[in-house]
């Protein structure tokens, strides 16, 4: 039988580094290293590709599954792992796979295809980039692994989450204020509208509306009920500045805005009415006209909302959506209040929108500062430490109180009820037709 070509060429190769090595120790690491170079070439990569959503939501789990294809006749041994957005944290795999990150070692049958899962937690909300599969398959013969890298890029919507803090350990309370909230009468009260029947007066109605003769005869003050004006508009002010920037229950405060407007925007929706949108730092970085919410398209506008380390100008922000929004509109401005020199700036320019719209300031606040506030000094750096806290947040209460003596209304609120908290007090505006 006459050898092939390729076996006269490996006998030469062979030959000829036994001829010209220096020992036969030497000679042995040749052969070995040609063989691994031989075994190496005989070795065929598979193909993958990976199945993942196109929409995340921030805090929540989502799955994620990777198909790998051999292509030939044998059995394959992979090392596969591949890159993720640095905010994407890699939880343990549906299949109980939980070495991720040093790579997943799958063996695939001949002609077969073999999907391995694992599951991930957004960490930080915005378009975050899932890169290539790598992958590493075992020569036939043992001697090398070969290296191959399949372009699997994939831009993921992670938009704010919702239902995950619907479940944080305030939850039960949450979803108690969602329902009351979703359970009140759909027709409203307002001013200016088709009479719907009489009530008492309570604190904050308008004095436009109280019914002087029924009031008489019933010594107390009586206010006529309206059903509530549609198409009205609801203004959401995202400040994206500094203060919005801080980490709080291990997301940042803009998060806990995001996802209470969102959940405000769906509500509206249902009163008929439409939403513009404002983000701003110290500069406008969106604005949105007053149209019918459209959840999918506010998700991908607050999905991309940044944060930045600056200052935000209020002065800019509510000047530009006074220009903009000519008709009286609920103004609701997502913020906190504490640096003095901004807040000054806040409450002069919430005053001054006033004067056309209805303000409302959802003031979002941090447990871990009102705990500072309070925590005993045991050391001198521990008096230092709470006296700073308890003067941030005594400057806070003031501005807070500045601000509701000018008329602007004050939601304050901790992250995890800020959802329901601004939900409730916009369905208490349009009751009582403030707006």
């Known amino acids: 039988m006459v050898p092939s070509g ?71 041994s992979i090392l596969l792992t591949d890159d993720l957005d640095p905010s994407l944290r890699r939880l343990p795999g549906a299949d109980g796979r939980e070495a991720w990150e040093a790579g997943v070692r799958l063996d695939i049958p001949p002609t077969s295809v073999v999907r391995t899962r694992y599951r991930m937690r957004p960490r930080t909300r915005g378009f975050l980039v899932m890169g290539a599969i790598h992958l590493r398959t075992r ?42 909230a979703g359970s009140r009468r759909s027709r409203q009260w307002g001013d200016g509208r088709e009479f719907e029947s009489l009530r008492d007066y309570t604190e904050g109605d308008d004095p436009r509306i109280i019914d002087w003769k029924a009031s008489a005869k019933r010594q107390r003050f009586v206010v006529r009920n309206y059903e509530a004006e549609r198409s009205q508009t609801v203004v959401l002010a995202i400040d994206a500045g500094r203060h919005m920037r801080e980490r709080l229950q291990d997301r940042e405060r803009v998060d806990f805005a995001l996802a209470a407007g969102m959940m405000l925007a769906n509500r509206a929706r249902s009163f008929g009415d439409r939403v513009g949108t404002v983000v ?28 930045r380390p600056v200052e935000p100008n209020y002065p800019l922000a509510l000047a530009t959506l006074g220009r903009t929004f000519r008709k009286r509109s609920l103004v609701i401005l997502f913020c906190d209040v504490i640096d003095e020199a901004v807040s000054k700036a806040l409450v002069t320019s919430l005053a001054r929108i006033g004067r056309a719209h209805l303000p409302l300031a959802v003031a979002i606040r941090n447990p871990a500062l009102e705990a500072a506030a309070t925590q005993p000094a045991e050391d001198e750096a521990a008096v230092f430490h709470r006296a700073a806290a308890e003067e941030l947040v005594q400057s806070r209460a003031t501005t807070l109180q500045v601000m509701r003596q000018s008329g602007i209304l004050i939601v304050d609120t901790p992250p995890g009820d800020a959802l329901v908290r601004t939900l409730d007090k916009y369905v208490e505006i349009k009751e009582r037709g403030l707006l």
């Open 280 to 307: 701003f730092d110290d500069e406008i970085r969106h604005l949105s006209p007053p149209r019918r919410s459209d959840p999918a398209a506010l998700a991908r506008i607050f999905a991309g909302v940044e944060t």
């Open 139 to 180: 020569s036939p013969w043992g001697f090398a692994w070969r290296r191959s890298t399949v372009d699997a890029t994939h831009t993921l919507q992670v938009q704010p989450g919702i239902r995950s803090l619907l479940r944080d350990r305030s939850g039960h309370a949450l979803r108690q204020g969602l329902r009351t």
């Open 6 to 76: 390729r076996t006269l060429w490996l006998l030469g190769l062979t030959s000829f580094v036994f001829l010209f090595s220096a020992t036969g120790a030497l000679a042995a690491d040749a052969v070995i290293l040609l063989l691994a170079w031989v075994d190496g070439r005989r070795t065929r990569s598979p193909s993958a590709s990976r199945t993942v959503p196109r929409i995340a939501a921030l805090g929540e789990i989502t799955d994620v599954g990777i198909d790998v294809a051999n292509p030939t006749q044998r059995r394959l």
